[in-house]
């Protein structure tokens, strides 16, 4: 991926100038996480002056919130929306939620980041908007294993928990890899999970 440069925002309208702004502070959020992200260097990139940043957003709090809302509110309606979609077998969906991931992140990668993000504070209004994020996230895996499971026959609730808690981690495993693959967009990322599914699963 190439990095965002400087571009310069003189004389355009304040809505894309914080649109700009919210992207670079995704990657730069993203790469180094909320306790390591520079304001200065977001506001390098975007061509504006650290006091634009604060002016638009407060604080370095506004605009991490900003950024994780975006990423948040994108990633959780593009999985809803898949998984609400009728003619897809259970088996199937994984792969399908991939690929909506895949989709929403493909120009975007360091947006994933954000919503497991370590370094964020432990309270306050951050904490409890990625903590909400995280758990709706959560909530989607455990439904999507209790109908792959039910569709074979197995009810154990613990079954069903552990495979949601596995599959959330392939997941952030996937995209962490897939982070450092430029070369790799959306539709060969959805190949490749496709082909490494049917070899191990016959899915």
């Not at 355009?12 to 180094?32: D, Q």
């Not at 650290?50 to 638009?56: H, S």
């Not at 990668?109 to 908007?129: F, H, N, Q």
């Amino acid at each position: 991926m190439t990095e965002a440069r400087a571009v310069g925002t003189k004389g355009m309208p304040r809505e894309e100038r914080e649109t700009l702004i919210v992207r670079a502070g995704t990657e730069e959020f993203g790469k180094n996480g909320y306790a390591g992200a520079s304001m200065v260097e977001i506001a390098r990139r975007v061509g504006v002056t650290k006091p634009l940043l604060y002016q638009y957003f407060g604080s370095k709090d506004g605009l991490y919130l900003a950024c994780l809302h975006r990423a948040g509110d994108r990633l959780t309606e593009g999985v809803a929306e898949t998984m609400a979609a009728e003619g897809e077998p259970p088996e199937r969906m994984p792969l399908a939620v991939l690929s909506a991931i895949f989709q929403t992140f493909d120009n975007d990668r360091y947006a994933w980041k954000l919503l497991r993000d370590p370094t964020v504070p432990s309270t306050g209004e951050i904490a409890g908007v990625a903590v909400d994020y995280r758990f709706r996230l959560d909530g989607f895996a455990l439904i999507g294993a209790a109908q792959l499971m039910h569709s074979r026959g197995l009810d154990d609730e613990r079954d069903i928990e552990a495979i949601a808690q596995v599959w959330t981690g392939v997941v952030d495993s996937l995209i962490s890899w897939w982070i450092d693959q430029p070369d790799q967009d959306a539709a060969a990322m959805t190949e490749r999970c496709s082909r490494i599914m049917r070899n191990l699963f016959g899915w």
